[in-house]
């Protein structure tokens, strides 16, 4: 049987690959660029680094496992550190690009103005994503209408879903930690942005929070 990663990993690089090439249509200018991707790994640059073509790539993230992710790191640019969540332990304006790919949905709701705030501190430009509550099947866990059932039966089925059965990780904890934020959110916490809605079969999949602070 197939491991949760393995099954999912095609589909994963089609729309990585497709919303990096977004990325760089939004950005032509910062080839070349230091970048800070915020929750991120070495699976997306992997793809990301020949794309965008960074100057140098630092990815901050709160556990090293989620950052590995089982792969070796072989690019020179790429360097991982292990913070706390909270503050981003680099200057303000240091960084040509923030990227923040798929995480703020496990930030906690409290905590996530500290982290858009965060971001615009850091970076130069910005980009947030998230998917879409809006998009019929919760794509951490692979089973549809999970995100629209009442909390405590969405938790209690998660422990069927194609993520708990095949990942090895527990279905009920990674629900506890993730809350899909609708569009309108993602606009409050970032009201310079611009917001970008990736769609598939005409349906919103995910937004995307395209800015520039500088």
């Known amino acids: 049987m197939k491991s949760w990663s393995a099954l999912i990993a095609p589909a994963q690089r089609r729309f990585r690959a497709a919303r990096i090439e977004k990325i760089r249509a939004e950005f032509p200018d910062l080839v070349g660029a230091t970048v800070i ?17 960074p100057h140098s790539v630092k990815i901050y993230n709160i556990d ?32 040509d690009l923030v990227i923040c790919n798929s995480v703020i949905e496990h930030v906690p709701p409290a905590a996530r103005a500290g982290l858009a705030r965060e971001i615009e501190r850091v970076g130069k430009a910005y980009v947030v994503q998230t998917p879409s509550p809006a998009f019929p099947l919760e794509l951490h866990f692979g089973l549809p209408f999970l995100h629209w059932l009442p909390r405590k039966m969405g938790r209690a089925l998660s422990k069927v879903s194609p993520f708990h059965l095949l990942s ?40 995307l929070a395209i800015g520039r602070t500088a």
Not at 202 to 207: L, R, T
């Open 37 to 53: 991707d915020i929750g991120g790994s070495i699976p997306f640059w992997r793809t990301a680094a020949p794309i965008l073509r």
């Open 168 to 207: 090895g990780a527990d279905g009920p904890t990674y629900f506890d930690e993730t809350r899909l934020l609708p569009r309108k959110e993602l606009r409050q916490l970032l009201p310079q942005a611009k917001i970008v809605t990736e769609r598939l079969a005409g349906i919103p999949k995910s937004y």
């Open 64 to 95: 090293h496992g989620r950052m590995v992710m089982g792969e070796e790191l072989a690019d020179t640019r790429i360097e991982m550190f292990v913070y706390d969540g909270v503050t981003i332990p680099e200057a303000d304006g240091s960084a």
